[in-house]
C-alpha cells in the first residue's frame, strides 16, 4: 500500500482546510486508517481515526473542528478541518495498517510523505 497526502497550505486561524489521503496498492489489505500530525520539536501524535466500529475517533484539541471521513470507491480518506488555530500547525501524516484500528495507530506500518499545514494569527 502507498499513500499520497495532499492539501496542506497556509491560512489564517479561522479558516478551513481539507486534507486528501489517496490509498494505492494493495488497498484491499487495509483495515485502520488516518490522521497524525507533528508539530515542530514536538512528538507525533494521533489526530484522527476510524475504530474497530466503524465510527470515528478524534484527539480532544480537535473534536468538533475536525471530521475524518472516507470515500472507499476512489481509496481516500479526507480531514476536513474548519476553525483552525495557530497550534494546528503541524505536518499531517496520513498513515494505514492491515490490523490495526485508530486505538493503535502509534504502531501503523504505512505512512505517506506528510503534508504542511500552517496557521497564523
Known amino acids: 500500500v502507498q499513500l499520497q497526502a495532499s492539501g496542506g497550505g497556509s491560512v489564517l486561524a479561522g479558516s478551513s482546510l481539507r486534507l486528501s489521503c489517496v490509498a494505492s496498492g494493495s488497498t484491499f489489505s487495509i483495515t485502520g486508517i488516518g490522521w497524525n500530525r507533528q508539530a515542530p520539536g514536538k512528538q507525533l501524535e494521533f489526530v484522527a481515526g476510524f475504530n474497530s466500529g466503524g465510527s470515528t475517533d478524534y484527539a480532544d484539541a480537535v473534536e468538533g473542528r475536525f471530521t475524518i471521513s472516507r470515500d472507499k470507491s476512489k481509496n481516500t480518506v479526507y480531514l476536513q478541518m474548519n476553525n483552525l488555530k495557530p497550534e494546528d500547525t503541524a505536518v499531517y501524516y496520513c498513515?494505514?495498517?492491515?490490523?490495526?484500528?485508530?486505538?493503535?495507530?502509534?504502531?501503523?506500518?504505512?505512512w505517506g510523505q506528510g503534508t504542511q499545514v500552517t496557521v497564523s494569527s
Open positions: 498513515a494505514a495498517d492491515p490490523e490495526y484500528y485508530s486505538d493503535l495507530m502509534s504502531l501503523y506500518r504505512t
